[in-house]
């Protein structure tokens, strides 16, 4: 039996022991209709205890969401630092763009302001950012040595670029333009659904996006994440562009580990 996300799964492995307190770390991912946080084994990528969940408020204004990721901090009982991600452009510590989120938060210090508000050391980056750090560090592209391209297809298309483990921050590659029309407004799982496109048809489009990144990038592997990532099987043997594609596999887990990992490792993950 698969192991629930979120659950410990340190017994399941042979002489496993509980990790040391800086073997952990703690992440929090803010998104559009929950916030969740949990502790995470640096070592394996596994939560250490259970996830805590929380609706995001409405309106998602900056001290709304702050409280939130303070009351689940303070129910996980963690006093150290902690990473954050936002669905948003986050460049030195500043929000530039706001989806999913109330508009208030662009301009908004939020390294600053989560800091504050919890009383402890933060990071913050791109939902997308994070998602990518733990594929490539404990996931789908853990094995590879080179360039690896993270796309999540959901309400629109997330983009992480990382380069043997060093993440380039802040890309957005839903937003490229393809044949006039921006990628995420092709090939974004909502433009499938609200469509009703089949699979062969809506991959043709997915084919489309990933082939003119490849002109711009060609990464080493492409991993595709999102919900839609749970019916790979009907469209990712479809695709036809030249780069590799595999499943993303830390699934909705994904954000909350890139984000303790760079909270407590920044070096590793940003500089060579």
């Known amino acids: 039996m698969t192991p629930e996300l979120g659950a410990d799964r340190s017994g399941d492995r042979p002489g496993a022991t509980a990790p040391a307190s800086h073997e952990v770390a703690f992440g929090v991912d803010i ?19 259970a996830r805590i969940k929380i609706p995001t408020p409405s309106p998602a204004t900056p001290d709304a969401v702050a409280d939130t990721v303070r009351t689940i ?19 030195g510590g500043i929000v530039r763009t706001a989806a999913n989120i109330d508009p208030s938060w662009i301009g908004v210090p939020a390294t600053a302001h989560f800091s504050d508000a919890l009383g402890l050391d933060c990071t913050v980056l791109n939902d997308a ?14 094995d590879v040595d080179g360039a690896v391209m993270l796309l999540t297809f959901g309400t ?60 711009l990038v060609y990464p080493d592997v492409f991993i595709v994440g999102g919900g839609i990532s749970q019916d790979s099987d009907k469209w990712v043997p479809r695709l036809t562009n030249a780069t590799p594609v595999r499943v993303a596999t830390l699934h909705n887990r ?11 490792a920044p070096q590793a993950v940003l500089r060579p």
């Open 73 to 91: 901090v303070d129910r996980a009982q963690w006093a150290g630092p902690v990473g954050i991600t936002l669905p948003s452009v986050v460049r």
């Open 156 to 215: 629109g298309i997330g983009s992480a670029l990382l380069n043997r483990g060093v993440l380039v921050p802040n890309t957005e590659f839903g937003h490229l333009e393809v044949d006039g029309k921006e990628a995420e407004h092709r090939a974004a799982s909502s433009v499938r659904t609200r469509k009703n496109l089949s699979w062969k048809h809506w991959s043709a489009e997915v084919s489309r996006v990933l082939v003119t990144i490849e002109r």
């Open 254 to 264: 994904a954000g909350i580990v890139g984000a303790a990992l760079m909270a407590a």
């Open 129 to 142: 950012d994070a998602a990518g750090i733990a594929e490539d560090r404990y996931g789908a592209a853990s």
């Open 31 to 49: 998104g559009g209709s929950g916030i969740k946080g949990a502790m995470v084994d640096l070592r394996t990528g596994d939560f250490v205890d």
